[in-house]
T-cell receptor
Framework: GAVVSQHPSRVICKSGTSVKIECRSL??????MFWYRQFPKKSLMLMAT?????????EQGVEKDKFLINHASLTLSTLTVTSAHPEDSSFYIC??????????FGPGTRLTVT | QKEVEQNSGPLSVPEGAIASLNCTYS??????FFWYRQYSGKSPELIMS????GDKEDGRFTAQLNKASQYVSLLIRDSQPSDSATYLC??????????????FGQGTILTVHP
């Protein structure tokens, strides 16, 4: 399977600050990457689809001004959580899509907002 | 009705037994189906994909798809304690506009006891 990395793996930040999470596709060029959020004991919730060279497509109910996504190259997508609040604390996971439909996930970033 | 439904479990099986995980989906035009394994605190790992009716085997895992019944299952033979995890069923709708978006079930917790 494909290799996807995320950085950082864990971050603690203060309320009101912004946090940037990087997602890298290490062994293939990904025109499409996805960002998910997962709360404890819940399933994955798709936040947005990140397309290289164009604006991200956000799911209903996800604030695009709060969760900024940039997909500037075929191997890197970033998610910035702006003005973070404690309710944004969650497990954020990115994935990259190979040709076809298979998605491979990064290891995830655990965000804690104090 | 949820788009992808799984029994949340927990499903408990003894070591060496067959574990059977089930998933139903609501959209008849779905074409691609995936099973992911997620260990506690980790991101999902793709273990099986299936696209056509019938069985697909890979080692101890067998995926079964019945599009007429809108049903996909995962069998794990010779279950091991290391198979204890949450298993997520994911479905992809056809069409380029979805950018390969997956819809996930809520996951089934599997516990394999020695």
């Amino acid at each position: 399977g494909a290799v996807v990395s995320q950085h950082p793996s864990r971050v603690i930040c203060k309320s009101g600050t912004s946090v940037k999470i990087e997602c890298r596709s290490l062994d293939f060029q990904a025109t499409t990457m996805f960002w998910y959020r997962q709360f404890p004991k819940k399933s994955l919730m798709l936040m947005a689809t990140s397309n290289e060279g164009s604006k991200a497509t956000y799911e209903q109910g996800v604030e695009k001004d709060k969760f900024l996504i940039n997909h500037a190259s075929l191997t890197l997508s970033t998610l910035t959580v702006t003005s973070a609040h404690p309710e944004d604390s969650s497990f954020y996971i990115c994935s990259s899509r190979l040709a076809g439909a298979e998605q491979y996930f990064g290891p995830g970033t655990r965000l804690t907002v104090t | 009705q949820k788009e992808v439904e799984q029994n949340s479990g927990p499903l408990s099986v003894p070591e060496g037994a067959i574990a059977s995980l089930n998933c139903t989906y609501s959209d008849r035009v779905s074409q691609s189906f995936f099973w992911y394994r997620q260990y506690s605190g980790k991101s999902p790992e793709l273990i099986m994909s299936i696209y056509s009716n019938g069985d697909k085997e890979d080692g101890r895992f067998t995926a079964q798809l019945n599009k007429a019944s809108q049903y996909v299952s995962l069998l794990i033979r010779d279950s091991q304690p290391s198979d204890s995890a949450t298993y997520l069923c994911a479905v992809k709708l056809p069409g380029g506009t979805s950018y390969g978006k997956l819809t996930f079930g809520q996951g089934t917790i599997l516990t394999v006891h020695p």
